[in-house]
């Protein structure tokens, strides 16, 4: 979680933070967190094939700005970060870009603590904490990328899911 581009505002407004993940069930949790806390999420397409041009450099590896500010900023940064994890990491990854919604004027909103509380609330030992987050068990198994978090005890499904 980063306020990592101004641009994150210009994708998905000052009410939503960004979600950008290598993983669409994690991107899935990350939106109904959003919903349920009021702490709102949306995706942003990540394309790493069409976006990795973006940091050609004649001096370094990669640039750390884009080169075109009109090409998907937000998810070029999502881009940049992967990047540096290395594209052969073999786990799950989360970022969430909240530069806007992260404050109001001058002052923080204080944003990010209740959507990630209830991420994670199954992880939690308090009831309501584990009744608000979303349908599934946080555990990630870092030697497949594709792999679902394993579903948790039954409840019936929400409007928001």
Not at 60 to 65: F, R, V
Not at 95 to 123: K, N, W
Request: aromatic share 8%; glycine share 8%; hydrophobic share 35%.
């Amino acid at each position: 979680m980063a306020t990592l581009t101004g641009a994150q505002g210009i994708s998905t407004g000052r009410f939503h933070a960004a979600v950008l993940t290598n993983n669409e069930e994690w991107e899935h949790s990350c939106a109904i967190a959003g919903r349920r806390s009021g702490d709102l999420v949306f995706p942003l397409p990540y394309s790493p094939e069409l976006h990795f041009g973006e940091f050609n450099s004649a001096v370094a590896d990669m640039k750390n700005s884009v080169a075109d500010r009109s090409n998907a900023q937000s998810s070029c940064a999502g881009l940049f970060i992967h990047a540096h994890l290395g594209f052969d990491y073999p786990g799950v990854w989360v970022h969430l870009d909240i530069a806007a919604p992260c404050h109001a004027g001058e002052r923080a909103t204080g944003y990010g603590v209740a959507v990630l509380m209830t991420l994670f609330g199954q992880s939690s030992k308090n009831p309501l904490l584990q009744f608000l987050g979303p349908e599934c068990e946080i555990a990630v198994d870092d030697s497949d990328s594709d792999a679902k978090p394993p579903p948790s005890k039954k409840r019936k499904a929400r409007k928001d899911e």
